[in-house]
């Protein structure tokens, strides 16, 4: 069936770059997501990629899609201990019914 | 702010009593969502309504059931809870824009 997986954790300092990676089995998404929770928080949508783009850039925010892998990454510029979070990657988007597959999420722990 | 609320927020109950959960929607979206999340699983789909009297199954629909008699509210019962059902529950509505689908705050439900 169709999955998305993502790395569990990972640790930056503050100020420094965070990357975050996802990959997808589902050819046929129509986009791809990403969602930001915290302690105890509903999901809070981040930004989105239409399957067609390959770039797309909302402030400190870089989407990267490689749809020929079903790669998409998530970069965060100038990190800071506010970003320290579980970020999700989920595919999905299409038909009627627009269903999503989540990732299992990656913790970013950010370091002062 | 997508205008979503759940209730309630945090529930305590015994194997084999019945619970509803409760997801109210000001905004007159047409698509509604149920997930459950669990450590290592991201969010699953249990049921999904795409309009008053119209649901169906999710991934994960065992042991659940759904009721939408109104286009704010999205009912979710577990008919006879089991320890297994001990989870985080979350409430979605999609987008109009991109597909793209806004959460609920949640709501945290232990069955001992």
């Known amino acids: 069936g169709e999955d998305v997986e993502q790395s569990l954790f990972l640790s930056v300092r503050e100020g420094d770059s965070s990357v975050i990676n996802c990959t997808y089995t589902d050819s046929s998404s129509t986009y791809l997501y990403w969602y930001k929770q915290e302690p105890g928080a509903g999901l809070q949508l981040l930004t989105y990629?239409?399957?067609?783009?390959d770039m797309k850039q909302d402030q400190r925010l870089t989407v990267l899609l490689n749809k020929k892998d079903k790669h998409l990454s998530l970069r965060i510029a100038d990190t800071q201990t506010g970003d320290s979070a579980i970020y999700f990657c989920?595919?999905?988007?299409?038909?009627?019914?627009?269903?999503?597959?989540f990732g299992t999420g990656t913790l970013l722990a950010v370091q002062p | 702010d997508a205008g979503i609320t759940q209730s309630p927020r945090h529930k305590v109950t015994e194997t084999g009593t019945p619970v509803t959960l409760r997801c109210h929607q000001t905004?007159?979206?047409?698509?509604m969502y149920w997930y459950r999340q669990d450590p290592g699983h991201g969010l699953r789909l249990i049921h999904y309504s795409y309009g008053v009297k119209d649901t169906d199954k999710g991934e994960v629909s065992d042991g659940y059931s759904v009721s939408r008699s109104k286009t704010e509210d999205f009912l979710l019962t577990l008919e006879s809870a089991t320890s297994s059902q001990t989870s985080v529950y979350f409430c979605?509505?999609?987008?109009?824009?991109?597909?793209?689908?806004?959460f609920g705050p949640g709501t945290r439900l232990t069955v001992l």
């Open positions: 905004e007159n979206h047409r698509y």
């Open positions: 990629i239409f399957s067609n783009m």
């Open positions: 979605a509505i999609r987008g109009l824009e991109y597909n793209e689908q806004f």
């Open positions: 989920a595919a999905g988007g299409g038909g009627a019914t627009n269903k999503l597959i």
